[in-house]
């Protein structure tokens, strides 16, 4: 059994970590939240020990390490994206793993710094890119690889997740923060598109603005246009009519990809992984960082080559009026 500890016990993704770290049979010592809405921890861990400051935390991690000779493992972080560097710092200091959420950094250069801080501790750094673990995603990477090799894909990526005001008020809606659009609900995609289809070739922007982003990514295997959005207005009429909120495609030359289901599990999968030593690291999630960061400070060119079709959908003003 190993010794987890959680930061950011409060959001929307720390469940699936819960979960996870129940269902593989280990322990969640203590959790770390400047907001106390934590009483999901009840049905996972109520033994844990809770925190809203991380001076206090870091002290009582040590306390354990030195009064009751309980090491810490893991630190499963899942905290506000401009977080994610020092809370990975945080637990290679402390002699833990690092399993942190999507994205992994902001920018690729963290991503050096913390293989020299993997090296120094000895620890490791996982992401969590539950993605390449979906049978849909590992069933399409087999498909591409057993096309003929100068095979190139037309694919076509659309992700609409309807946002109220709030996201511009919360951290998410601050680009120094999230990232932006692409950064915040585009980097899985992004990521799957590279384990699947191999290196970047070419990255044009479109458009890039408050709630969407759109472009053009081609890969070794690829063409890929892409779209997303967290506009309810963008979204399909025939989605708004059956009260849906989201709209979710991937076409591979014409085809629907049908990956809806099978999502429930894939953070235990992911967990399972890591707990035997076969997860993904910071090379792994290096090519999404870097198209992310790319697309995050690229100039959008507007409606010139292949772009996707939504992007000629009216753009919108941001509610604040910015």
């Known amino acids: 059994m190993k010794n987890f500890a959680?930061?950011?016990?409060?959001?929307?993704?720390?469940?699936?970590?819960?979960?996870?770290?129940?269902?593989?049979?280990?322990?969640?010592?203590?959790?770390l939240d400047k907001f106390d809405s934590v009483g999901i921890i009840d049905s996972y861990f109520p033994?844990?020990?809770?925190?809203?400051?991380?001076?206090?935390?870091?002290?009582?991690?040590?306390?354990?390490?030195?009064?009751?000779?309980?090491?810490?493992?893991?630190?499963?972080?899942?905290?506000?994206?401009?977080?994610?560097?020092?809370?990975?710092?945080?637990?290679?200091?402390?002699?833990?793993?690092?399993?942190?959420?999507?994205?992994?950094?902001?920018?690729?250069?963290?991503?050096?710094?913390?293989?020299?801080?993997e090296e120094e501790s000895g620890q490791r750094v996982w992401n969590i890119l539950q993605l390449r673990v979906h049978q849909?995603?590992?069933?399409?990477?087999?498909k591409v690889s057993d096309a003929p090799k100068n095979k190139v894909f037309e694919v076509d990526l659309t992700y609409l997740t309807s946002r109220g005001n709030w996201y511009y008020t919360s951290w998410k809606g601050d680009k120094s923060k999230s990232g932006g659009i692409a950064t915040n609900?585009?980097?899985?995609?992004?990521?799957?598109?590279?384990?699947?289809?191999?290196?970047?070739?070419?990255?044009?922007?479109?458009?890039?603005?408050?709630?969407?982003?759109?472009?053009?990514l081609e890969f070794e295997r690829a063409r890929v246009r892409w779209f997303l959005s967290i506009n309810y207005d963008v979204l399909p009429s025939e989605i708004k009519n059956k009260g849906q909120r989201t709209y979710r495609s991937i076409t591979i030359e014409g085809e629907e990809l049908e990956f809806s289901g099978g999502f429930t599990d894939l953070h235990t999968k992911v967990y399972e992984d890591i707990l035997a030593g076969k997860g993904y690291g910071l090379d792994d999630a290096r090519q999404s960082?870097?198209?992310?960061?790319?697309?995050?400070?690229?100039?959008?060119?507007?409606?010139?080559?292949?772009?996707?079709?939504?992007?000629k959908k009216p753009i919108a003003v941001h509610p604040f009026g910015k």
Request: a positive charge; hydrophobic letters at 40%.
């Open 185 to 216: 609900i585009g980097v899985h995609f992004y990521d799957m598109l590279s384990w699947i289809f191999g290196g970047v070739k070419e990255n044009i922007v479109h458009v890039n603005t408050h709630d969407r982003a759109s472009g053009y």
């Open 47 to 117: 033994n844990a020990d809770f925190f809203v400051e991380p001076e206090r935390f870091d002290r009582h991690i040590e306390k354990l390490k030195y009064e009751k000779k309980q090491k810490l493992d893991y630190v499963s972080i899942c905290t506000p994206n401009y977080l994610h560097d020092s809370h990975i710092r945080m637990a290679l200091r402390r002699e833990a793993d690092a399993i942190c959420e999507k994205p992994l950094v902001l920018n690729p250069w963290n991503i050096d710094a913390l293989q020299k801080m």
């Open 289 to 311: 960082i870097e198209i992310v960061h790319n697309i995050r400070n690229a100039s959008p060119i507007g409606l010139k080559g292949e772009y996707h079709p939504f992007s």
């Open 6 to 31: 959680l930061i950011g016990a409060s959001g929307y993704i720390a469940p699936r970590h819960l979960k996870a770290i129940k269902d593989t049979n280990n322990n969640l010592i203590a959790a």
């Open 136 to 142: 849909s995603i590992i069933d399409l990477k087999k």
